[in-house]
């Protein structure tokens, strides 16, 4: 059986992971009368949820005839899912090492996003040779030749090899299940895109008389065998219990075992193998201390294998113990001890993510590639029962050669009517934002593009969406470490403070509404320090919404008219996080998300306002 290795890279929301389900259905991966959710490879609830990949996950799907009957030979493909957002882009660095070829992706009418530029960066800077996809042909705005132009654009502009831009082009919907080189056809099957594959993508070229060795890019953990390694056989053969050793990059020894499981991927599952030969991809289990980018090997090898290395962090959220005075009401897992196994558990697994523990061991900063990244773990963890303080997001800072302070920018691409358009560009101006092209996109929309400072871009994503109506799109990608570009400006509005404890009361509501936006609505409980809305002026202003109206035997001229109250304003995790100030924090708890002053006293908070003024 002849073997592809193949990684699949699209933008968020192009299509790729309902592409791999037709290619497990029309390969006979499942039975005609099994039943498998929509985008099985999506097989994580925040997955489903959001229409997102997280992980990378492996998959391959048998193709072809076998001699037996006739036919050519089966191959197995191998196939990785890659996430399509930055934020997870720690997963894909390392992927691309697994795969001798890969397939983009792109939508026929969005064209190539800043994402599919990240990873079509890495995947022709390793020589591997792309296969173009242009998905969802069958959308009524579909411009499949403008779209091809841009790709090609995008290739040019990666210093893409004269080899590399000779790319075959097939037109594709995932969705009907057809694929075909002649951009007019609206049926048929993925043959087409199966047989170039196979044509194009070159088998594993690796050494299989060789020493065994290995380059772990996955890392995940079972509860019942451990620590599991997922990677591609770089050359040799490896069976059960031979030992091994683990190699760091610089060659030392980390530890060393035995392969007590092998595990090989088949359709969505992983299933026992005996042994694993020179192009695999596996996954191996028994070793405790190795980890991603390590070389796993036969113990007379000593040189380790050339791995790619992790971009760093770009931004970190203070992780605190929840100490509301709400605290432990409805979270099973609320002491620091708790949280920082949870934390330390997810630093093993997610390479692209580190913990460091405060001094008074009640609070740990957590710095990631990126606010939906943070977001997604803060989510999983309050579905999981915990009780979480958030801080909100700052970015790391770095220093050049020169002593000069860097910080993290990013590359912006918006979408929006073109009436919308001169808003943006005065709101990015505003935080630093350099206009770097401007054009249109058809359909009365403009595609801008910006690079900007991180730090600026903290915050805006709701108030992008207001002044677009709800229209606008934007994609944010990590870019560069540049010179400091000083202060920017912040959120403009204060905030309404409860100034006690109790429950929310319609009477005392409905005369704050005229102050701003409401968060809560009657009948919630507060407490002191909990920001219950927005004020529509700059300054926080502390509110009583528990006043009750006094009964008394005195009757008003007329009746009294029924209180009618605006629906509050609910917010996502995303969006309170990016919402709050520096002196406030986000409680999240399994059934709630509540914004409220890092110091509920509102004395004490007096007192540290004026320290940090005097500073």
């Not at 502009?157 to 790319?167: I, N, P, R, V």
């Not at 020493?211 to 772990?216: I, Q, Y």
């Amino acid at each position: 059986m002849s073997l592809r290795n193949i990684a699949i890279i699209a933008h968020v929301d192009h299509g790729k992971t309902t592409l791999v389900d037709q290619l497990f259905r029309q390969s006979g991966t499942f039975r005609d009368n099994q039943r498998v959710d929509e985008r099985a490879m999506d097989s994580g609830d925040l997955e489903k949820e959001r229409g997102i990949t997280i992980l990378a996950k492996c998959t391959s799907v048998e193709w072809g005839e076998g001699e037996e009957n006739g036919g050519a030979g089966t191959t197995r493909i191998n196939i990785v899912d890659t996430p399509g957002h930055a934020d997870f882009g720690g997963e894909v660095e390392r992927i691309l090492s697994m795969v001798d070829g890969v397939i983009l992706l792109v939508d026929a009418a969005e064209g190539p996003m800043p994402q599919t530029k990240f990873v079509t960066g890495k995947a022709l800077a390793l020589g591997l040779r792309p296969i173009v996809v242009v998905n969802k042909i069958d959308r009524s705005d579909a411009r499949p030749a403008e779209v091809l132009d841009e790709v090609f654009e995008l290739f040019l502009t990666l210093d893409a090899s004269d080899e590399q831009l000779d790319f075959p082009i097939l037109y594709a919907s995932g969705r009907s299940g057809f694929a075909s080189p002649d951009p007019e056809a609206r049926d048929g099957d993925f043959t087409p895109l199966f047989q170039t594959i196979v044509g194009h993508v070159p088998a594993p070229g690796l050494d299989a008389d060789g020493p065994f060795s290995f380059l772990a890019t996955l890392l995940d953990r079972d509860n019942f065998i451990g620590r599991v390694l997922t990677g591609r056989v770089q050359s040799g053969t490896i069976k059960v219990n031979q030992p091994i050793h683990a190699l760091d990059a610089d060659g030392k020894v980390i530890e060393t075992g035995r392969a007590s499981k092998l595990l090989a991927f088949r359709g969505l599952d992983r299933v026992p193998v005996e042994e694993a030969r020179a192009g695999d991809i596996v996954a191996i289990a028994g070793l405790t201390n190795a980890t991603v980018a390590n070389t796993i090997a036969d113990p007379s090898v000593s040189e380790p294998i050339a791995a790619q290395p992790i971009d760093p962090p770009t931004l970190s959220m203070r992780f605190a113990v929840n100490d509301s005075p709400m605290a432990g009401r409805e979270g099973s897992k609320v002491t620091s001890r708790m949280i920082r196994d949870r934390l330390m558990r997810e630093a093993e697994t997610n390479v692209a993510i580190r913990i460091t523990e405060s001094a008074d061991k009640d609070s740990f900063e957590v710095a990631g590639r990126g606010e939906l990244q943070l977001g997604v773990l803060i989510e999983t963890m309050r579905r999981e029962g915990f009780e979480l303080g958030i801080s909100r997001p700052r970015v790391l800072y770095q220093t050049d050669e020169n002593g000069q302070r860097t910080e993290p920018y990013e590359t912006v691409v918006i979408d929006v009517d073109d009436e919308h358009s001169g808003t943006v560009v005065e709101k990015m101006q505003v935080r630093k934002a350099e206009l770097t092209d401007m054009r249109p996109s058809g359909g009365g929309k403009t595609r801008i593009t910006f690079s900007g400072p991180s730090r600026g871009l903290i915050g805006y994503h709701g108030e992008f969406l207001s002044d677009t109506r709800g229209t606008g799109i934007m994609n944010r990608l990590f870019d560069r470490y540049g010179p400091y570009k000083g202060a920017i400006g912040g959120r403009k509005n204060g905030v309404l403070i409860s100034n006690g404890a109790g429950e929310a009361v319609a009477y005392a509501l409905g005369p704050l509404e005229e102050r701003g936006i409401l968060f809560v609505s009657p009948g919630e409980a507060l407490y002191e320090g909990m920001i219950i809305g927005e004020n529509a002026k700059p300054d926080d202003l502390e509110v009583n919404p528990m006043k009750s109206k006094q009964l008394t035997n005195f009757r008003s001229t007329g009746k009294d008219d029924a209180i009618r109250l605006t629906p509050p304003r609910r917010m996502t995790l995303e969006q309170a996080i990016a919402y709050i100030d520096d002196d406030e924090m986000v409680e999240v708890t399994p059934k709630n998300i509540r914004l409220r002053k890092a110091i509920l006293d509102p004395h004490e908070r007096k007192k540290a306002a004026r320290k940090k003024e005097a500073a």
